[in-house]
T-cell receptor, first 114, second 116 residues
């Protein structure tokens, strides 16, 4: 069985400071992991994904995430927050093994202060 | 850039009525999905669809729900007799394939369903 936990429901940062959104997962197989972003009244947009290639994954808009199997984590980071990064972020796991039903985390709301 | 579209953006209905939510997936994609998100809760998988049949469905997707690809472009979710608890945001998604690397799902903006 697979599950995903986003450790923070809200993260508040100042513009120009680093962003860290935390995600832990559990999976019985070798999972695919995704981060999606949702801006108000918009659909979910893929930021990046991990599918057993390089453990450090670079995505759009300067975001990256590192897959750490030993810690079962897939935290999302960005060196310098921008006001436009304010949105809801979802960590998603899809473990394969014959089923491709993804499991979403509850989401983390990123607030960026000027 | 191609995108998934959904109509309507907001649907209000009376309990017991049938609703049809519509989606136009990205044109070269083969797999289609519906999800829902009840206010304040997680995004939940409902169903996946490939080659004109359901590939997988969750326990939420009971006999009240059905999906259809009535033509070459639309993908619909029907709820036969809506209940108050069906009130949620419904997202459609599509992907080229179901396995990496082409398994990325592209989501539409959602339809907010309100059941009164």
């Amino acid at each position: 069985a697979q599950s995903v936990t986003q450790l923070d429901s809200h993260v508040s940062v100042s513009e120009g400071t680093p962003v860290l959104l935390r995600c832990n997962y559990s999976s019985s197989y070798s999972p695919s992991l995704f981060w999606y972003v949702q801006h108000p009244n918009k659909g979910l947009q893929l930021l990046l994904k991990y599918t057993s290639a390089a453990t450090l994954v670079k995505g759009i808009n300067g975001f990256e995430a590192e897959f750490k199997k030993s810690e079962t984590s897939f935290h999302l980071t960005k060196p310098s927050a921008h006001m436009s990064d304010a949105a809801e972020y979802f960590c998603v796991v899809s473990e394969g093994g014959g089923s491709y039903i993804p499991t979403f985390g509850r989401g983390t709301s990123l607030i960026v202060h000027p | 850039e191609p995108e998934v579209t959904q109509t309507p953006s907001h649907q209000v209905t009376q309990m017991g009525q049938e609703v049809i939510l519509r989606c136009v997936p990205i044109s070269n994609h083969l797999y289609f999905y519906w999800y829902r998100q009840i206010l304040g809760q997680k995004v939940e998988f409902l169903v996946s669809f490939y080659n004109n049949e359901i590939s997988e469905k969750s326990e939420i997707f009971d006999d009240q729900f059905s999906v259809e690809r009535p033509d070459g472009s639309n993908f619909t979710l029907k709820i036969r007799s809506t209940k108050l608890e069906d009130s949620a945001m419904y997202f459609c998604a599509s992907s080229e394939m179901r396995v990496p690397p082409a398994d990325t799902q592209y989501f539409g903006p959602g339809t907010r369903l309100t059941v009164l």
